[in-house]
């Protein structure tokens, strides 16, 4: 613990620097950006970055995608807020009491009620991942190939099982991302699968080209289709609105403690961002005593969901960290940026990269500190680029995504594929067939599928591996319990109803 | 909306939503066909050595197979198969298609005049096309995205952009 404290205490120095500062503040600032505008999101406008911080040390260059990360999180809630219109998916929520607020005049309040939680959310998940991930990453050193399969099919499980869509497509789209991430060759006997011949394949399916069209050109035809025309309230926050706000955030602390302990759980869970604020709203609404007025514009309304939804935001990277396992679509492209700068993420990376890490962790407090001030201070000017018109903001979207595809791997085959990905992404969205699940598969899909080849060849092909040491069974025992827990509730409901109801 | 349409009456508003998911099931069972087919072609039985190269896909080619085909029951002879949903409305399948086409002779004209000049291009035809502003501003702001990208890519990151088959760009000396 005290170890881990010092630790702590050297990342902050790591991040303190001048350059770090300034990249802090340029990450968040971008981020805020990309969150405002339509199209653009945490996972793709970092995808779009990435190739530019190649150049960067790698822990300046995790410090300023991170900051982008908080920055599009709380640019989500500008958007709901002032527009009626979700930046991001997992600010949906923030719009049904935020925005009633803000046409009630109460713009301000449910700006600075917003940005507060997320704030608060943030911190308690950044206090939980200091001490949570090196416990965690310890304990993951002991892990084999079985251990690490159960792991992954663990994460996997909990989305068919959690998910808000039909089984069965959740089943299809992530299965989708695992094939496709077996195209080119294949790392373990060199030979070629799923190319037929066209030996641009080779390569195989990047998930950052994957990520920019799904997220990025499927959200621009979407919000097309709807034929975009902005009216927004005016956004104004005075010092003295932001005082009152706050005198008025502490009787919410039942709510917030609970919608951070939400966030945290639906965070290393990978249920993300977006199911943890939906449940938060849900759970705030039955237990609060206004809950019956929530939906007319509560401020109770606006921070339960931005609380649970940065909780959950930030702690999708403690999984990322410790296990080499992303939570969620963002912290994804984040672990696809390691890989690139050569660390190796999982377990190890606690002890061999420690001014990495725990810089990594420092920044967090950092980011989310200078986070909060810019969104308070900068306001009415992010409000401003959403009344730019779509007609503009459209095509430089899509120029943006091109470079960003193209950048990856200097290939102009990617941004055809961009594009198609931007076709499914649309369609995709449309009939209900997850996008993440689809992103996590084809980012894990290689390594899930060594750490399976791997079991196999230690048990010469039996599958019962799987269940033979406690360690491994109970994770397996608890992805199973997660994958059909749906259909267990519903018969326990069934069975119980005639004496309950 | 308005629930009342018949069948008939959604065709004539645009694509069905039972439509959309009989052909994305569809598409899902032939990736899936793909996937065991190649699998099986390269093996995915045991060597001598272990797993073979296709073990693992052929596995994963039969899932998406599976589920696939129960999405397209459920579409073809669930509850969902008497919705009358629309998928999109054909005034819809416009606008969307009004950004699509563009994008697509966008990437098109980035394999042949390079990135930089085709997007002022397609900056500029979209908002006088779609936005219809005038061919001034369209032009000014195409020319200053396309003026920023290539001061931070090719001067700031040093990192090249695609100049297209052609390379009209070439005089810059980058």
């Given amino acids: ?51 530019l911080t190649f150049t960067m040390p790698p822990t300046s260059a995790i410090i300023m995608l991170s900051c982008i990360y908080w920055g599009a999180l709380f640019g989500g809630a500008i958007t709901s807020i002032l527009f009626n219109i979700p930046g991001e998916p997992w600010s949906v929520a923030t719009t049904f009491d935020g925005y009633p607020m803000a046409q009630a005049g109460r713009a301000g309040e449910a700006l600075t009620g917003a940005f507060t939680s997320s704030f608060i959310g943030a911190f ?10 090196p416990l965690v990453a310890r304990f993951a050193l002991q892990f084999g190939p079985p251990e690490f399969f159960a792991v992954y099919f663990l994460t996997f499980c909990s989305f068919i099982g959690m998910g808000k869509e039909p089984p069965f497509k959740i089943m299809a789209a992530m299965m989708l991302g695992f094939a496709l991430a077996a195209v080119g060759i294949d790392t373990v006997t060199g030979q070629l699968r799923l190319i037929f011949g066209w030996y641009e394949l080779m390569r195989g399916f990047d998930f950052l080209i994957a ?30 609105i932001v005082i009152q706000t706050w005198k008025k955030l502490p009787q919410y602390w039942v709510t917030s403690l609970r919608s951070c302990l939400i966030g945290c759980w639906l965070g290393i869970t990978p249920g993300g961002a977006t199911p943890a604020s ?5 759970v705030a609404k039955r237990m609060s005593k206004d809950g019956a007025k929530f939906g007319t514009g509560q401020l109770e309304g606006v921070v339960a969901p931005e609380t649970a939804a940065h909780a959950a935001g930030t702690s999708a990277l403690l999984p990322m960290l410790a296990l080499g396992i992303p939570g969620s679509p963002t912290a994804a492209v984040l672990l696809g940026g390691l890989l690139i700068w050569g660390l190796q993420p999982g377990p190890l990376l606690f002890i061999e990269q420690k001014d990495f890490v725990w810089g ?14 810019i969104v308070i201070t900068c306001v009415p000017l992010f409000a401003a680029i959403l009344r730019i018109p779509f007609s503009i903001i459209a095509p430089v979207i899509i120029v943006i995504c091109a470079i960003g595809a193209y950048t990856v791997h200097n290939a102009m085959l990617d941004i055809w594929f961009m594009l198609l990905f931007g076709v499914l992404g649309y369609v995709f969205k449309k009939l209900a067939y997850p996008l993440a699940p689809l992103v996590l598969a084809l980012v894990l899909g290689d390594r899930a599928e060594d750490a399976f080849r791997q079991s196999m060849l230690m048990s010469q092909g039996d599958v019962r591996i799987f269940f033979s040491k406690g360690l491994v069974g109970g994770i397996m025992g608890l992805s199973l319990l997660l994958l059909f827990w749906p259909v267990m509730a519903k018969t326990l409901a069934r069975m119980r109803s005639p004496k309950a109801a | 909306m308005e629930k009342k349409n018949e069948s008939a009456g959604v065709a004539a508003k645009g694509i069905s939503t039972r439509a959309a998911e009989i052909a994305v099931a569809l598409m899902f069972f032939l990736v899936g066909g793909v996937v065991v087919f190649d699998s099986y072609r390269i093996g995915s039985g045991w060597s001598s050595d272990g797993p073979q190269a296709g073990y693992f896909p052929f596995y994963i080619g039969l899932i998406i197979c599976i589920s696939s085909l129960v999405t397209l029951g459920q579409s073809l002879f669930g ?46 035809v979209f908002m006088v096309w779609l936005g219809n502003y005038s061919w001034l501003k369209g032009i000014v702001i195409g020319f200053a995205v396309s003026a920023v990208s290539f001061a931070t890519f090719e ?11 052609l390379d009209p760009l070439r005089f810059l000396g980058y």
């Fill in chain 1, 211 to 240: 990520v920019i069209g799904l997220f990025g050109i499927g959200e621009i035809l979407l919000s097309m289709e709807e034929g975009l025309t902005f009216s927004g309230k005016s956004a104004k926050i005075d010092p003295k």
């Fill in chain 1, 124 to 133: 308690f998940a950044v206090v939980m991942i200091t001490f949570l991930a």
């Fill in chain 1, 360 to 373: 990594l962790i420092a920044s967090m407090y950092l980011g989310n500190i200078a986070g909060l001030i």
């Fill in chain 1, 1 to 51: 613990m005290f170890e881990d404290l010092n630790a702590l205490f050297h990342g902050f120095s790591v991040a303190l620097t001048p350059l770090n500062l300034l990249l802090m503040f340029v990450g968040v600032t971008l981020g805020v950006i990309i969150g405002v505008l339509p199209g653009l999101g945490g996972a793709n406008g970092i995808a779009i970055l990435l190739p």
């Fill in chain 1, 278 to 282: 939906f449940m938060s709203y849900g």
């Fill in chain 2, 79 to 124: 509850a969902a198969s008497r919705s009358d949903k629309v998928f999109v409305e054909w005034s819809q399948l416009k606008q969307v298609l009004s950004v699509l086409v563009p994008a697509a002779l966008f990437i098109g004209g980035i394999q042949l005049i390079g990135i930089y000049i085709a997007a002022t291009i397609y900056i500029a």
């Fill in chain 2, 155 to 165: 001067i700031w990151f040093q990192v090249p952009l695609f100049k297209g088959a």
